[in-house]
């Protein structure tokens, strides 16, 4: 039988957050036919209209739907509003028994609002924690993953973050190799861990950089596995190597040599999470010469040995 996926709307909802997971699971269909049965619900049957203005028409109202596999509600601005969100917390907490109950983006403001989350770990878009954490205090919030699950119920951050999970729920249901091949389907860049942080280093640097150091990060994320000595990024960037390095330390609150080590830890941390992977492979893809100083680093780092963390978070 099909996995029947309730995925619900109201006016004011974050488009992407529904359309991206429904994306996954309608993929997963076509690499396993009669995987998913996707309906989309209202609380009142009615269509509603997102944020950015795309009309939506919901196949059932939520009174009507039947009994579901997966339960997913998206983010948005109309869900901070009482009225609008009143049917869905209620709705929710009748069923919360579904096997799989989840929130993306904002969207834990309802499930948040059922008291279901009280004492579990969730996450949310990191620009909401401090509100959600402040309104919701029983809740074990971890505002720098992209998705948790604590039982029957799954949170994830911002948009995006809605496809990690929903990819998530396809490697649970169906196995890691579908899972990816709807990855590559969809080209998402990368299937991402859970555990992962929501707002990856390059993006950092990207938010801080100016003028010749604009296209850096970038690069550097690209040629990890090569010399990224002070000469040679100085090089890249167009500077002398001394006025480089005393620039950089100003503008990113770092050395480069601190600075290319974090990064490279990183993006190390990610693809250990990556089926196939070995510390030492992993270790010599992003430069590291010797695996005992990449996990030597990678401890000082995260806290945890590499191996340990691959145990965690790999598939």
């Avoid at 973050?161 to 969809?186: N, Q, Y």
């Avoid at 693809?271 to 401890?299: I, K």
Wanted: charge should be positive; proline fraction near 5%.
């Amino acid at each position: 039988m099909p996995r029947r996926i309730g995925l619900v709307c109201y006016d004011g909802l974050t488009a992407l957050d529904l359309v991206g997971p429904q994306e996954v699971f309608d993929t997963a269909n076509a690499q396993q036919p009669g995987a998913y049965e996707l309906l989309v619900l209202s609380a009142g049957g009615k269509p509603v209209v997102s944020e950015a203005g795309l009309r939506i028409v919901p196949a059932l109202s939520l009174a009507q739907a039947p009994p579901l596999d997966t339960i997913l509600v998206p983010g948005g601005a109309g869900l901070r509003d009482p009225a609008v969100a009143a049917p869905i917390v209620a709705w929710l907490k009748a069923r919360r028994r579904t096997r799989r109950i989840a929130s993306v983006c904002t969207g834990i403001y309802a499930l948040a609002a059922t008291g279901l989350l009280d004492g579990r770990r969730a996450t949310t878009h990191w620009r909401f924690a401090a509100d959600v954490a402040r309104r919701f205090a029983k809740i074990r919030l971890e505002p720098d993953a992209i998705f948790l699950r604590d039982g029957n119920f799954h949170t994830s951050a911002g948009v995006t973050a809605g496809i990690d999970l929903a990819l998530s729920f396809v490697e649970d249901d169906l196995g890691g190799a579908t899972a990816l091949a709807v990855a590559r389907e969809l080209v998402v860049y990368l299937k991402r861990a859970g555990g992962q942080m929501q707002y990856s280093e390059p993006l950092r640097f990207q938010a801080r950089a100016t003028d010749r150091f604009a296209d850096l990060a970038v690069w550097m994320v690209a040629n990890l596995k090569k010399d990224l000595s002070i000469e040679i990024l100085a090089a890249h960037a167009g500077f002398g190597a001394r006025h480089f390095s005393r620039r950089f330390t100003v503008v990113f609150g770092l050395p480069p040599a601190a600075y290319v080590e974090q990064l490279r830890l990183d993006e190390a941390r990610k693809r250990l999470g990556a089926p196939h992977q070995t510390v030492d492979s992993v270790a010599a893809s992003v430069g590291y010469a010797s695996a005992d100083s990449f996990r030597r680093a990678f401890e000082r780092r995260f806290g945890i040995a590499p191996s340990l963390y691959r145990g965690r978070f790999a598939p």
